[in-house]
């Protein structure tokens, strides 16, 4: 199933959950995205699982806090950071609209409302342009190394909502 008929639900992460993401390879440039391991996705570090409503598959994962941050971004603690990340086999055709949602439903129920702030690598045109369609702005750029290469991110906030 590619879909989600009976939509997206947010829970707890768990130890199982951060092996999954461990074992996740993204194709060509998005292998970028892949995990090396699970270490560090953990419950306490801000991760939570998002599922299918119907069977409970994983389908991604959000994080709020440190594990958001890239390197040579501090922490503000005027925003929320968040990271996101998509099982490559359900990434693209549209179904980011229903994950992105699902992140921020349950982030507005676990965080009082402060600006959203999130870095997103230059090149991935399909993020930025879902992180617009929900109200994210480009505020900056940031540049960094990361594994030895060279990486631009843009910066996005979502304004707080009430």
Same mark, same amino acid.
């Given at each position: ?11 707890s ?35 939570r699982?998002? !599922?299918?409503? $119907?069977? *409970? %598959? ?5 994080? /709020? ?7 040579? @971004?501090?922490?503000d603690?005027?925003?929320?950071d968040?990271?996101?990340?998509m099982a ?12 992105l949602?699902? !992140?921020?439903? $349950?982030? *507005? %129920? ?5 600006? /959203? ?7 991935? @045109?399909?993020?930025?342009?879902l992180?617009?369609?929900?109200g ?17 991110y843009? !910066?996005?906030?979502?304004?707080? %909502?009430?």
């Open positions: 199933m590619t879909h989600w008929p009976d939509g997206l639900e947010v829970r992460w768990t130890p199982a959950d951060a092996q999954s993401v461990a074992s996740w390879r993204h194709p060509g440039r998005w292998s970028v995205y892949d995990q090396r391991d699970g270490d560090g996705m953990t419950a306490a570090a801000g991760y699982a998002v !599922v299918a409503a $119907d069977d *409970g %598959r994983l389908i991604g994962f959000y994080c /709020v806090g440190g594990g958001a941050l890239v390197p040579g @971004v501090e922490p603690a005027e925003v929320v968040l990271g996101v990340g490559p086999v359900y990434a693209g055709n549209g179904r980011g609209n229903a994950f949602q699902a !992140v921020l439903d $349950d982030l *507005g %129920r676990q965080l009082r409302a402060k600006p /959203v702030r999130a870095l997103i690598q230059t090149w991935n @045109v399909r993020s930025l342009s992180a617009r369609r929900f994210f702005l480009e505020v900056g750029t940031h540049r960094c190394v990361q594994d030895g290469s060279e990486i631009d843009t !910066v996005v906030v979502r304004p707080a %909502r009430g």
